[in-house]
């Protein structure tokens, strides 16, 4: 118990100052991501709607793709080095690049910079690895819960400030105050404590004890199936949960023109993180509690019907309102898979591990916004909304079978119903 304690001392200090951190960097980043589509109309002069959508999704498709390539770098470098020097590399090499993406005349520099920012980032995931490494094995399902919490409160305001600041002081305003937010966060991390301790790895046991629980490829690390199938999960969640988000400022505009675009888009945005929020503040709570199963279900099932009333209506108000009633059931789904994640996994992997999580969840969305690029081309940006609610309602089976065989895994469930038998 002293060891532990010893251990775990600094968690609550840590859960704080990363919330606090991650409320400024989320905030800075939804100031601007939201809007990228009124900026490559309005500034680069991309207004025919399916050419839009097709640089719409090229933008998204390499920073997805940065965050696939360069996350398991970090999370391995958090493991042999530490997550706080991560986080401070994250945030002040983000907050440099971020203001440029304001003057720049041309969409594929506008990528380009994209590609480099979210080489630079891992943030959320690198502020999850510190918590989960320095948080009592039956407290992290609410500290991530938690977390969730100034993902999506940082969300909220930077959606609605972004869109103020768009509607009233213009683009290259909002991209500078992304920046600014960056260096805050940076400045907050630097406050917080890591009692990381570089752990060797344990002795070869040949081809005896527990290997045959634990599965891997050639270039691979080796992790239990459980894991493995996690990350699956994780990735498939990626591909559909943001299929239609890069595109939601193209159908606000439709509903309701050009001059409101912008403010309405921050609005709507800033009542789906409310509801993202407090999803995020009972799920954390429930997930230390309630199997995987009783959570995802329910939620996902309200999703598809939210999602279908948006993709057919031309109601500000019914738009709006549905978005807020899918996130308030489904914004804090991911962190019970997280908590699953950690539970499956030892302290010593816990950063690769969830660097893995990130790049799974990254190529998911990276391919989501090639699938989604195709599907706006030929339909137009309500076919993208349609599409979104027909993937949701096929990952709900999908989710019944994975999490049922992964509580069957012996390794998993061993470590699972310990971590339980603590509460």
Known sequence: MEQLADTDRHWKWNLFLMW????????????????????????????????????????NFFGSCAYAIFCPIWGALSDRFGVKPMLLRGTFGTALIFPL???????WLLVLLRFISAACAGTTAASQTLLVKNTPENKQGFALGVLSTAIWGGTMLGNVVGGLVVHYYGYKFAFTACGIMYFLAGFIVLLA????KPVAKPASQGHGGNRRHFTGFRGLPQFTTAVWMLLGTMFFTGFVRYFEI????????????????AYWT???????????????????????????????????????????????????????????????????????????????????KRGKVF???????????????????????VTGVRGVFYTAAFLLLLLIPCHI??????????????????????K
């Open 20 to 59: 606090s951190s991650q409320l400024l960097i989320l905030g800075g980043f939804a100031a601007v991501m939201p809007f990228i589509p009124l900026f490559m109309k309005n500034e680069l002069g991309l207004t025919d709607e399916h050419i839009l959508g097709v640089w719409v999704s090229t933008f």
């Open 101 to 107: 993406m304001g003057y720049v005349h041309h969409a």
């Open 193 to 196: 404590h890591e009692d990381f």
């Open 246 to 261: 890069p595109y939601l400022a193209m159908l606000v505009e439709k509903i309701v023109g050009e001059n409101e675009a």
């Open 266 to 348: 921050g609005i709507i945005c800033g009542a789906v993180a409310v509801g993202a929020l407090l999803s995020g503040m009972l799920t954390g709570y429930l997930s230390d509690w309630v199997k995987p199963l009783y959570i995802l279900v329910p939620s996902m099932g309200i999703s598809v019907a939210t999602m279908l009333i948006q993709a057919s209506t031309s109601n500000l108000w019914v738009f709006g309102v549905s978005r807020t009633i899918m996130y308030l059931a489904a914004g804090g789904t991911v962190s019970v898979i997280q908590k699953l994640l950690s539970a499956a996994t030892p302290k010593r």
């Open 355 to 377: 660097g893995f999580c990130t790049t799974a969840n990254g190529v998911g969305i990276m391919l989501s916004t090639v699938a989604a690029g195709g599907v706006i081309y």
């Open 401 to 422: 079978a994975v999490f049922r065989r992964i509580m069957r895994q012996r390794y998993f469930a061993a470590h699972y119903k310990a971590v339980m038998a603590e």
